[in-house]
């Protein structure tokens, strides 16, 4: 059973926008907190935004602060990333994440997910 699902990705040129969204399994997303994370090659998979179902505070990277904002979606189940302002350095395969475990700072996204989508592609020209 696929449990997340994410979408939006694409090329866009430096300062653009684009809006990622994440479909999660009624399961998934009822019971977790949800985070996008995004891994450029030959780097380390970074932790950029994340919020829980049930609303809340969230968390971003301080790489995308300002930038990007995380947010419930309109659609059900679903978790968007709006990122604006968009840099060359952004461009990296974007991941949704689920975990069971609660949010309360940038250190959740250093602990274990539950679950993993199979990733977006975000290509920034400049």
């Known amino acids: 059973q696929v449990q997340l699902v994410e979408s939006g990705g694409g090329s866009v040129q430096a300062g653009g926008s684009l809006r990622l969204s994440c479909a999660a399994s009624?399961?998934?997303?009822?019971?977790?907190?949800l985070g996008w994370f995004r891994q450029a090659p030959g780097m380390e998979r970074e932790g950029v935004a994340a919020?829980?179902?049930?609303?809340?505070?969230?968390y971003y990277a301080a790489s995308v602060k300002g930038r990007f904002t995380i947010s419930l979606g309109n659609a059900k189940n679903t978790v968007d990333l709006q990122m604006n302002s968009l840099k060359p350095e952004d461009t990296a395969m974007y991941y949704c994440?689920?975990?069971?475990?609660?949010?309360?700072?940038?250190?959740?996204?250093?602990?274990?997910?539950?679950?993993w989508g199979k990733g977006t592609l975000v290509t920034i020209s400049s």
């Open positions: 009624e399961y998934t997303y009822s019971r977790s907190c």
């Open positions: 919020i829980c179902s049930g609303g809340g505070v969230a």
């Open positions: 994440a689920a975990s069971h475990r609660p949010l309360y700072g940038t250190g959740w996204f250093s602990g274990p997910m539950d679950y």
